[in-house]
């Protein structure tokens, strides 16, 4: 079976390590335990640390956002007539903030799908390099945009949808790493990579609101305080960070990945975890708002959730390494569905407390849910390989790069939660009266569904892919 040209494999006696021109490792073998402690460990770790840092800035950059749109929301008495205008003289209404906060979401998560398919073609240190300076678009349409408040509601639309750049950086960085590390330590290695990138959100939203006032350039400095980062990025990317033969490759592993059913399910389950978190990160600071009409709370503390979740997710990858990644995930959908339910009373109490508290329950357990169902990832794919592979290193070779390239699909597809969960608030507004609970309770019963099928297809005995 011929997989891909063989121009594309590095002669078996090459010593494995050997950085190259153009920052090339044209041999890599994580698996073996002499070459990870002498030399793999600490080449792999280089290149996560800058990973994490360009994803971190990326992250940061698509949620900008989520803590600068409730800066531009007006006062609306009941009869919804314009009592007091935002900052820089906008005067969004709750369902415009909603709305540009999922087309940022829905944007970033769609563009995960090429940035995935860039690892192979371009090589994940060139590819990082090339993202991180995407970033300048969004950098300075955000600080353009913010001081012209006569600016169609359109326009704005699509100069936030630029942010979106920030979101696709995780696909591509996650696909990377995988290559990097043996199987035994993959839950934790891509557990902190994600946690990096993901905390870049807590970060955003604690800083923006303090660099909005440096300056005396209002909103505008929330881009262009990540300008010179995103520069700085791809610096780093640039300088330290290396290329992995094995992973530069033609894109049809990625391809091949879709074709399994378990592809599709796992990127179901996904949109249950990381999309519940990214959906959340982006709408509780308007949630905040527009429910409790806290907007200090929202700008103080809102940032506090992401944080959370972000610091959650390597432990999630770290007790799937260890329990297995299904019972972890089973575990976190039904504590997501109580907390939910939390939720829902703290709305029918008018309790701000138990609504932060609910909050703060479900980023934690998203972050878990988030480090385990990755993990689940290698491993459904290694069973994969044991059922339909042939054994040969080419066909497991090729199956490596299939469970590569599921991850920025399913990371992709999961992401696309993060552009529901602000329309269903939306919709929700407007058909219950101002009310979020539907929204709230359409969410537990979807979590629940998602922990029937991680046990109808991960943990029933007599399951196929049972215990991975």
Known sequence: MAIQDRQDEAPASLEPGVIGRGRWIERWTPEDENFWEAKGKAIAFRNLVFSIVAEHIGFSIWMLWSIVVVRMYGTYDDAGVLVAAGANGWALTAEQGLTLLAVTSG????????YTFAVPIFGGRNWTVIS???????TLGLAWVVGRPDTSFGVLLAIAATAGFGGGNFASSMANITFFYPDKEKGWALGLNAAGGNIGVAVAQKLVPIVIGIGGVGLAMAGLVYLPLAVVAAVLAFIFMDNLREAKADPKPTARSVRHGHTWLMAFLYVGTFGSFIGYSAAFPTLLTVV??????????GFLGALLGSLARPYGGKLADRFGGSIVTIIAFVLMAGAGLMAVEGIRQESLGLFFASFMALFLITGIGNGSTYRMVPSVFNRLRDFKGDGSEESNLDFKRQSAGAIGIISAIGAFGGFCIPFVYKFSRELFDGSIVPALQLYVGIFLVMALLTWVFYLRKGARMAGV
């Open 107 to 114: 944007v970033g998560a769609f563009l995960r799908i090429p």
């Open 132 to 138: 991180a300076l995407l970033l300048v678009i969004p």
């Open 292 to 301: 409790f009409e806290r907007p200090d709370i929202a700008l103080t503390w």
